[in-house]
């Protein structure tokens, strides 16, 4: 579907003014359809890379025929995600040509099926699994095999987001450490989806979370809540501007572990909490600063860094052993997109998950 999508993408941009040599129809173009057609869309698309509030832009999508094998899907949620803005941006490892439409999880609704498709039905609600960029729009038509059928009970802000985040932080517990019950880890970005997630899947297992967070107006009902989610400490950057962080950890073991997705300072005091041959993973980088390691945490702690990045995981063929928590986030209607793409670029301080509502 994504050469048809592309076609007739390239039809509605060419109306609003907007060319791409990527968008010429291949000789080979020949496919065998179905007499089932997709609604119009709405999709929020951008033509080239750079600042999201400035490139990316709502636009009418027109109907598309569905190939025998292929579902379309009326979406119901699609998240923003901090790697949805680096594609966007243009430094995203990975990332669709433009013209493009954003966004790479989301829940939505079967609204037509494909006539050799099998084993889904109108009305199911899915998910893209493994996920796939294009869901920031009403209307979704993928082959068959990306749609994973879940149960029609899930609220659909947690469906739109169940797989980048929390199966992250899963992995990100089970991958790296053996860690037991009575064990403790260390990271930073603590009020992050991901960060919330790992506190919650460390509390269900016995596991200790210490959390660093940046300081800000309000930190201390920060700390609250991430405690009532089942912090064991949470620690602003300032407060660890100590000789010796450990003293802090009252009963609380020192971590063999450490999660890292902001960079710079914060992912030193990671470091400085982490017991000997501890292991500090790194999965995102906020701050845009490098993480910089003394030469003694190497020698005398024998420390590790490590690595993580989802879509390899998902791309090794286990994608289907993630198929089969509550965290803080905000539906958004459609229409107000502009709004929640400002929060979720930070401009309006510190905001939930900010998920699109079709």
Same mark, same amino acid.
């Given at each position: 579907m994504a050469t048809v999508r592309l076609v007739y993408l390239k039809a509605a941009l060419h109306r609003q003014g907007v060319t791409s040599p990527l968008f010429r129809r291949p000789n080979s173009a020949v496919r065998a359809f179905s007499s089932a057609i997709s609604p119009p869309s709405k999709a929020v698309v951008y033509d080239q890379h750079g600042p999201p509030d400035s490139v990316c832009k709502v636009t009418e999508l027109p109907p598309v025929p569905l190939k025998d094998n292929e579902v379309c899907v009326r979406m119901l949620a699609a998240p923003?995600?901090?790697?949805?803005?680096?594609? $966007? %941006?243009?430094?995203?490892?990975?990332?669709?040509?433009?013209? *493009?439409?954003? &966004?790479? @999880?989301?829940?939505? @609704?079967? +609204?037509? $099926? /494909?006539? *050799?498709?099998?084993?889904?039905?109108? /009305?199911?609600?899915?998910?893209?699994?493994?996920? #796939?960029? &294009? !869901?920031? %729009? !009403?209307?979704?038509?993928? @082959?068959?095999?990306?749609?994973?059928?879940?149960?029609?009970? !899930?609220?659909? @802000? +947690?469906?739109a987001t169940i797989t980048v985040n929390p199966l992250s932080a899963l992995r990100m517990l089970e991958d790296f450490?053996?860690?037991? #019950? /009575?064990? *403790?880890?260390?990271?930073n970005g603590a009020t992050s989806i991901v960060g919330q997630c790992i506190i919650q899947l460390a509390r269900v297992r016995g596991i200790h979370t210490i959390n660093i967070i940046r300081d800000r107006v309000g930190s201390d009902e920060v700390k609250e809540k991430l405690k009532k989610l089942g912090a064991d400490e949470v620690f602003t950057e300032s407060q660890l501007e100590v000789k010796n962080v450990k003293s802090l950890l009252a009963n609380i073991p020192e971590p063999a572990l450490g999660f890292n997705c902001v960079g710079g300072n914060a992912a030193s005091l990671v470091l400085k909490f982490l017991k000997h041959g501890g292991t500090m993973v790194t999965y995102g980088g906020m701050s845009k600063k490098p993480v910089t390691v003394s030469t003694s945490s190497f020698i005398f702690k024998d420390l590790s860094l490590r690595g993580f990045w989802l879509q390899k995981w998902l791309t090794s063929d286990k994608a289907k052993e993630c198929r089969g928590s509550a965290t803080r986030m905000e539906l958004v209607p459609f229409d107000q997109f502009p709004t929640a793409l400002d929060k979720a670029l930070g401009k309006l301080g510190s905001q939930p998950k900010q998920v699109i509502k079709f």
């Open positions: 923003i995600n901090p790697s949805d803005i680096n594609r $966007i %941006q243009g430094v995203y490892p990975v990332r669709p040509e433009v013209p *493009a439409i954003g &966004g790479y @999880e989301g829940v939505g @609704e079967v +609204y037509s $099926i /494909g006539s *050799a498709v099998k084993g889904l039905d109108k /009305g199911d609600l899915v998910i893209p699994s493994p996920p #796939s960029s &294009g !869901t920031w %729009q !009403t209307y979704f038509v993928k @082959e068959q095999s990306i749609w994973h059928k879940i149960d029609k009970s !899930t609220p659909v @802000e +947690y469906a450490v053996d860690l037991k #019950s /009575g064990d *403790a880890v260390v990271q």
